[in-house]
């Protein structure tokens, strides 16, 4: 059972949910659930990531890498520093949270004697903004002046390495469920003051991405299928893509290829929503003040790849990615038991199956650089794309 909002909390959710039956209205009545999750995460003053909510950590929604241990942001480090190493150059980290990540990976650098010559964070989120401000303030100056904060992507392609952590599972997405043997795209309408799904006939750009992975209509997906399907991956990768002059971009974060997305036996879909530490599967409740994701189908992000004119030089699971960056060593090097003891419990939530180990994959698209990347020595999924 959800822990219930508080009066700030339902005040909010009020408001935000005004502004999507507004516009749910003016569209006469149905909107697609891209839009609503758009709204419900990113709408100005009112969405989950665009207001003063505490997002992340014990105190939080959820958490992530990062904010699970330190060790995280100094393996990723080093997978940095290898790249920074042949290229040069920066660092840019899109949604960089609470700013712990940045600052481990900074600090983890210094010490390695590698160093990106800037720092860049995009942040769409004003109060993510300003914690990262209050965080990274706290650095030493020759670090906190590598720092600096984008509106937008840079114009100028960068030498370097762009990190991704866990920003792909939050771009909105289309929902869609097989009725009567058909393809029906799944919006939102308002039934008796509420949000609820609400089929209708999917539009080109879903009939087509659709008609290419299952057919039309679509086959071996039984009667009432219900997934998601990310059509702004692909132009997000690509954009990217035209960011990246030499280097590495790296994406951390949880999701699968293809054909375990679309399994036949994954009827449900991927959604997931999380509110105060609990996980859940209705985007339409607690609107504005609960995260809402999907996982990422990296089949999709290894194709928009291509058409970006970067190669998939690695895809392995977070286990394998951190185990090849030297996990263990720094849970050894720890000064003493106790420290130990404590990087141990941490290391066994990053790598775990049951934990973040499985679920969650790194995946490298680089351009210009040629060199194996350390992080995918120990596995290479990228035959399962």
């Not at 030089?313 to 003493?336: C, H, K, M, N, S």
Request: hydrophobic fraction near 50%.
């Amino acid at each position: 059972m959800l822990p219930a909002m508080t009066p700030a909390e339902r005040l909010h959710s009020e408001a935000a949910a005004a502004l999507i039956g507004t516009e749910l209205a003016a569209a006469g009545g149905w909107l697609s659930f891209e839009r609503f999750m758009e709204l419900a995460l990113y709408a100005p003053g009112l969405g989950y990531y665009s207001a003063g909510s505490w997002k992340l950590g014990g105190g939080g929604d959820f958490v992530t890498a990062p904010e699970v241990s330190e060790l995280f942001g100094r393996c990723v480090a080093a997978q940095c520093a290898e790249v920074l190493g042949a290229t040069g150059g920066e660092i840019l980290e899109l949604g960089a949270g609470t700013g712990r990540f940045a600052a481990g990976v900074l600090s983890a650098l210094e010490a390695q004697g590698g160093l990106p010559e800037r720092y860049l964070i995009l942040e769409v989120s004003a109060d993510l903004a300003a914690r990262q401000r209050a965080r990274l303030d706290a650095l030493p100056p020759q670090l906190r002046a590598r720092v600096v904060w984008l509106e937008r992507l840079p114009e100028a392609p960068l030498r370097g390495v762009i990190l991704a952590n866990e920003v792909a599972d939050a771009l909105p997405v289309r929902r869609f469920t097989v009725s009567g043997g058909a393809l029906r795209e799944l919006g939102v309408v308002l039934a008796d003051g509420a949000f609820q799904a609400g089929a209708g006939p999917p539009d080109a750009a879903l009939e087509r991405a659709c008609a290419g992975m299952f057919g039309s209509p679509p086959r071996n997906l039984p009667e009432g299928y219900t997934s998601e399907v990310s059509l702004r991956l692909s132009p997000w990768i690509v954009a990217l893509g035209a960011c990246l002059e030499r280097g590495a971009l790296l994406l951390l974060d949880y999701g699968v290829p293809r054909s375990h997305y679309y399994h036949p036996q994954r009827v449900a879909g991927t959604l997931r929503c999380h509110f105060h530490q609990r996980a859940h599967d209705d985007p339409f409740i607690n609107v504005g003040v609960q995260d809402i994701g999907a996982w990422v189908e990296f089949t999709r992000a290894a194709e928009a790849a291509t058409v970006a004119g970067l190669e998939v030089a690695g895809f392995a699971t977070q286990a394998a990615f951190l185990l090849a960056l030297g996990l263990e060593g720094l849970v050894a090097a720890a000064p003493d038991a106790a420290g130990r003891a404590r990087l141990a419990g941490e290391a066994r939530r990053l790598i775990m199956p049951e934990e973040m180990g499985e679920a969650f994959k790194a995946m490298a698209l680089t351009r210009g650089y040629e060199a194996p990347l350390t992080g995918f020595a120990l596995q290479d999924l990228r035959r399962q794309l």
